[in-house]
Nanobody, 120 residues
Framework: QVQLVESGGGLVQAGGSLRLSCAAS????????MAWYRQAPGKQRDLVAT???????HYADTVKGRFTISRDNAKNTVYLHMNNLKPDDTDVYYC??????????????WGQGTQVTVSS
């Protein structure tokens, strides 16, 4: 019904920047909160940032001042601008969306993940 496709991950040196994108497609009526999570192998998935449909944002303390989440409601897309990256930011990043489908069902959707690697 709903697909989330992430892009923009890769390898970057410490202090560098990356921008992640996540586009939602399918039978979408509207999308409420969108978010980015990250997860290291063998560890729990941690919240990075959220953004409501109206643009209210929330960030994990570890990324405040360095990461910015934004969205384009017309494109059903959420972005994560990551600046001053650190080796500890190395993880697989996942997009999440609280979707209301065209049949008015709520679906908690996840992307497939994109690897971000920060070298020291």
């Amino acid at each position: 019904q709903v697909q989330l496709v992430e892009s923009g991950g890769g390898l970057v040196q410490a202090g560098g920047s990356l921008r992640l994108s996540c586009a939602a497609s399918g039978k979408i009526f509207l999308i409420n909160t969108m978010a980015w999570y990250r997860q290291a192998p063998g560890k729990q998935r941690d919240l990075v940032a959220t953004i409501t449909r109206d643009g209210d944002t929330h960030y994990a303390d570890t990324v405040k001042g360095r990461f910015t989440i934004s969205r384009d409601n017309a494109k059903n897309t959420v972005y994560l601008h990551m600046n001053n990256l650190k080796p500890d930011d190395t993880d697989v990043y996942y997009c999440n969306a609280d979707v209301v489908t065209s049949t008015l069902h709520k679906v908690d959707s996840w992307g497939q993940g994109t690897q971000v690697t920060v070298s020291s």
